[in-house]
């Protein structure tokens, strides 16, 4: 199996390929649902397999009971397109999976089967999007776009979701927290803990703990230690190099573990901070020394293997101003367990009063992160609690997507050899909107989006200061109209197959992320909030609204009563 493909800037396209394969090499033509095959064939044998057609990718409900969603995975899939092919071995499984009855020819055929002949468009990764906008439209012969479906189904569903989960945790969190994503240990196995780093990043996370995805994606990787560490010492005599060099390098502690005792009897018997705490544990200071000793620039103590108040958080100050004194600066104190708001808030008073007591400038700022099975919700509960805790390290519920297990992106035709095509169903919702489209964001005058408005591929596309008339594509009484002053095209040509249309440049994960938080500042507070949020709009032109009930009455038939 070949390695993952390291992905830190732009992507570009060679004509006949020259882009890397997908990350995960378990993405290939064979990655599919056993029914793309059996269509392809019977497509094969009907002579219809060239035939020209257009499938909208889209979703029905926004995740989590909010009212956006942001769009991941695009790149993975253009990487997975750009690359298609079938190689012998596989050729040869699907021959074995199929019916001994299917001729020859079709093997032949999937010989020469590549996405040379396809048109992608779509909405550009990282931007927010909404119900039943398509996200992606794939064009090109139906028996290769139906092998299509699957996997970029497969590569959208997850990566959206995630990256939705992971803006909602940020918007709760608020901009000025540090965010860590801790997920890989939880997450449902390699792919999923990759991925999970990946999109966790996109949507406004600032670094996560798994170094795999740090070395593909370059996302910057944060870390301390765990209670293990802690307890594996049983004192400081296991200290066997006690000598530091100062921060400058102009001289050298012989014995820092003396220091950092001295520290320790000299908080003891502070005034300030008299009774707040007795004997502390002393295989806890050991512990603590020897990583500082190892790490004197990036020293980040796990404060509650005993006690966080009475131990912990003594200790680390102790370890912390021994380190001040030879020109380092700790970075902080991890809490994983009890009550994080009462914690963190004690632990803040503690500091400054250290600050206060022996004149450190900066040291009641110092940084305190939160971490043990953080979700929205319990972000939420901690703001509301008003705790003082600088940055979240977040697991299990944000990469498993445990208050969602999928986003439920669907994958409709919409036109086969020019002529429109109408899924119908007893549920509206299912109901898919009918040929090719393009598809435009209007704002406001406060610079907010208003709504999205889908119009038939050869209409006039919406004009600032003209007045529009936009329609729900159902229901004849949710109508309005809009002056828009600002007009985005959301469809962008990604990969033109032989049309000779320009392509739009992947951008390197950081430009998307960017994207992803520029995007989710231009939605309306009141789309954003967690509780009751008010649903964006969806809309279609007129005309397209007209057409789509014009083909809905000609597709349905006519009961008749006995």
């Given amino acids: ?26 993405v290939t033509p064979l990655l599919t649902d056993l029914y793309q095959f059996t269509m392809a064939y019977a497509y094969w044998k009907a002579g219809k397999h060239s035939e020209r057609a257009v499938f909208d990718l889209y979703f029905r409900r926004n995740p989590f009971g909010g009212e956006y969603t942001v769009f991941a995975g695009l790149e993975e899939c253009i990487r997975f397109i750009a690359n298609f092919k079938f190689g012998e071995d596989e050729i040869s499984f699907v021959r074995q999976i199929l019916p001994p009855s299917c001729e020859d020819g079709f093997y032949d055929y999937l010989r020469g089967v ?23 439209r794939v064009e090109g012969p139906i028996a290769i776009v139906q092998l299509l479906e699957t996997p970029i189904l497969n590569l959208v569903n997850y990566a959206s979701l995630v990256t939705t989960n992971a803006s909602r945790h940020r918007s709760v969190a608020g901009k000025s927290k540090l965010l860590l994503e801790f997920g890989l240990r939880r997450a449902q196995g390699p792919d999923g803990g990759i991925g999970a780093s990946k999109y966790c990043y996109m949507g406004g996370f600032d670094a996560t703990s798994n170094v795999a995805a740090g070395k593909v994606f370059g996302i910057p990787l944060r870390g301390t230690h765990s209670h293990a560490y802690v307890s594996s010492y049983m004192s400081v005599d296991e200290i066997l ?6 921060s400058d390098g102009s001289s050298t502690c012989d014995d820092f573990v003396s220091i950092v005792q001295e520290w320790l009897s000299r908080i003891q018997g502070s005034n300030s901070l008299h009774g707040a705490f007795g004997e502390t544990n002393q295989s806890e200071l050991a512990a603590f020394t020897s990583y500082a000793l190892a790490f004197p620039t990036n020293f980040l103590a796990l404060v509650d293997t005993y006690d966080v108040m009475r131990s912990g958080v003594p200790n680390f100050c102790a370890v912390a101003l021994a380190l001040n004194d030879l020109g380092y600066k700790a970075i902080g104190i991890r809490l994983d367990s009890g009550d994080l708001a009462y914690l963190s808030c004690e632990s803040r008073k503690f500091f400054k009063c250290i600050e206060e007591e022996f004149g450190i400038p900066g040291f009641g700022k110092t940084n305190i992160t939160a971490s043990n099975n953080l979700n929205e919700e319990t972000l939420d509960a901690l703001n509301k609690q008003g705790h003082e805790l600088d940055a979240f390290g977040i697991g299990t519920y944000l990469v498993t997507c445990y208050a969602q297990a999928a986003l439920g992106c669907v994958f409709k035709l919409v036109e086969i050899n020019n002529q429109p095509r109408i899924k119908l169903s007893e549920d509206v919702s299912k109901v898919s909107i009918p040929c090719k489209k393009r598809c435009y964001r209007l704002y406001g005058k406060e610079g907010f989006a208003l709504l999205d408005i889908m119009t038939g591929e050869n209409e006039s596309p919406p004009k600032v200061g003209e007045r529009i008339l936009c329609r729900h594509p159902f229901n004849e009484s949710k109508r309005a109209y809009v002056v828009p002053q600002r007009v985005d095209d959301l469809l962008k040509c990604y990969w033109p197959g032989k049309s000779g249309k320009e392509r739009e440049e992947l951008p390197p994960l950081k430009e998307v992320r960017t994207r992803c938080i520029k995007q989710l500042e231009q939605v309306r507070p009141d789309h954003m909030r967690r509780l009751n949020p008010t649903p964006y709009k969806v809309s279609v032109s007129m005309e397209l609204y007209n057409f789509i009930h014009f083909l809905w009455l000609n597709e349905a038939p006519v009961g008749e009563l006995q």
């Fill in 241 to 246: 190099d006690k000598s530091l060099r100062s």
């Fill in 114 to 136: 590549d996405c040379s002949d396809v048109e992608i468009y779509a909405i550009p990764e990282g931007t927010v999007v909404f119900p039943r906008v398509p996200l992606m």
């Fill in 1 to 26: 199996m070949r390695e993952m493909t390291e992905s830190n800037g732009p992507v570009g396209v060679g004509e006949g390929g020259g882009m890397p394969g997908p990350t995960n090499p378990m």
